[in-house]
């Protein structure tokens, strides 16, 4: 009887954790909101310059993360979901040869940061575009990246302003 608890433990919790583990290729997406934005995750990589364009032709923009109550909120809906531990392009690039960084898609300088420890990074002198990645515990970080990496990207609804 013992080695049957066994056995069936073994192949129920396999089971459990196989069905929960994402890797990066497989196809979700989802559409969640948070306070007066609607987001959408796509989960097709490209690059920041593609993922404008795509948001753009959905219209929608790029992600701006306004504010640290934002931040957390959109963190913590991201974790419900299961999408962690992967980087997302924001709307989020740093101005030519200044320290300042900007919402592409609103077209303000950028007042709230939530850099991840040592970041912005400087390390290759190319990295100018934003990144958030949520964690698995509901919290997350931004941090620079290529502007050619390829991503995921996070779309959000156009601004009324």
Do not use: R
Not at 11 to 22: H, L, R
Not at 129 to 151: E, Q, R
């Amino acid at each position: 009887m013992n080695s049957f608890l066994a056995l069936s433990c073994f192949f129920i919790c396999f089971i459990t954790t196989f069905a929960f583990v994402k890797d990066d290729t497989q196809l979700w997406s989802h559409t969640f909101k948070v306070q007066e934005k609607s987001f959408f995750v796509n989960s097709d990589k490209m690059n920041f310059t593609e993922a404008l364009d795509y948001c753009k032709k959905n219209n929608l923009q790029l992600a701006a993360i306004e504010t640290l109550a934002e931040s957390e909120h959109l963190y913590k809906e991201m974790s419900y979901l299961g999408i962690f531990l992967l980087p997302f392009w924001s709307s989020g690039t740093k101005l030519s040869k200044s320290n300042e960084w900007i919402w592409l898609g609103l077209g303000e300088l950028i007042t709230f940061f939530d850099w991840n420890d040592g970041e912005p990074s400087t390390k290759d002198g190319n990295e100018f575009c934003i990144a958030i990645n949520p964690d698995y515990t509901g919290h997350g970080f931004w941090s620079s990246k290529s502007c050619n990496s390829s991503i995921f990207s996070l779309c959000q609804s156009v601004s009324k302003n």
